[in-house]
């Protein structure tokens, strides 16, 4: 099992910035896998940025160029650098885990993010 602690989400002006963190714990010597996922209200929940324990990174269309995610190894914690925010950002962001390619075993908790003048 892994657990996850996320934080970092609010509320935030267009064109502002957030830093999602989430700090994983438990067996994560077999997970292949980490990302971000987002769900807006009405609409599915989709990945936003995935980073895999080789350090291949891939984003959304919606997002590259303005979000980056990273790992640090030694705190066991991904990252989620969102720049440039617009209203259309605005969802609930979800940290996840994978143990193979495409698939999410483990899910955080969820941290609201908002962006709004």
């Known amino acids: 099992q892994v657990q996850f602690v996320e934080s970092g989400g609010g509320l935030v002006q267009p064109g502002g910035s957030l830093r999602l963190s989430c700090a994983a714990s438990g067996s994560l010597r077999s997970i292949y896998a980490m990302g971000w996922y987002r769900q807006a209200p009405g609409k599915q929940r989709e990945l936003v940025a995935a980073?895999?324990?080789?350090?291949?990174?891939n984003y959304a269309d919606s997002v590259k160029g303005r979000f980056t995610i990273s790992v640090d190894n030694a705190k066991n914690t991904v990252y989620l650098q969102m720049n440039s925010l617009k209203p259309e950002d605005t969802a609930v962001y979800y940290c996840?885990?994978?143990?193979?390619?495409?698939?999410?075993?483990?899910w955080g908790q969820g941290t609201q993010v908002t962006v709004s003048s």
């Open positions: 996840a885990a994978g143990h193979s390619t495409g698939t999410y075993d483990y």
């Open positions: 980073i895999t324990n080789g350090g291949s990174t």
